[in-house]
Nanobody
Framework: HVQLVESGGGSVQAGGSLRLSCAIS????????LAWFRQPPGKEREGVAY???????TYADSVKGRFTISRDNAKNTLYLQMNILKPEDTAMYYC??????????????????WGQGTQVTGS
């Protein structure tokens, strides 16, 4: 049984930084394709960043140059370093995992396993 648990959310002023963590249990981290999604109030869940098993990364245009996704397979943990936060980054942030390579990393429907979410509020 795979479980994903996010942490690290909070409120931060514009221009500030936060680091989100996602602890993965039940199976080794290295077996998964991993991603961060976010869902702003009243909007659809959208892909933010993606990391493959070999560490290759892809970002949504809206966060490119500000956010960094990384993984520590030894600790079974996924991270999202968020810098230069903006009010429009306000959302519930979710980590997602999938065994098979997603056809479209940005699509929520490609992922089987999800965390419960952590709130990020930029002001």
């Amino acid at each position: 049984h795979v479980q994903l648990v996010e942490s690290g959310g909070g409120s931060v002023q514009a221009g500030g930084s936060l680091r989100l963590s996602c602890a993965i249990s039940g199976r080794s981290n290295e077996n998964y394709f991993l991603a961060w999604f976010r869902q702003p109030p009243g909007k659809e869940r959208e892909g933010v960043a993606y990391i493959e098993k070999d560490g290759s990364t892809t970002y949504a245009d809206s966060v490119k140059g500000r956010f960094t996704i990384s993984r520590d397979n030894a600790k079974n943990t996924l991270y999202l370093q968020m810098n230069i936060l903006k009010p429009e980054d306000t959302a519930m942030y979710y980590c997602a995992a999938e065994i098979r390579c997603p056809k479209g990393w940005w699509s929520r429907y490609e992922y089987t396993y999800w965390g419960q979410g952590t709130q990020v509020t930029g002001s």
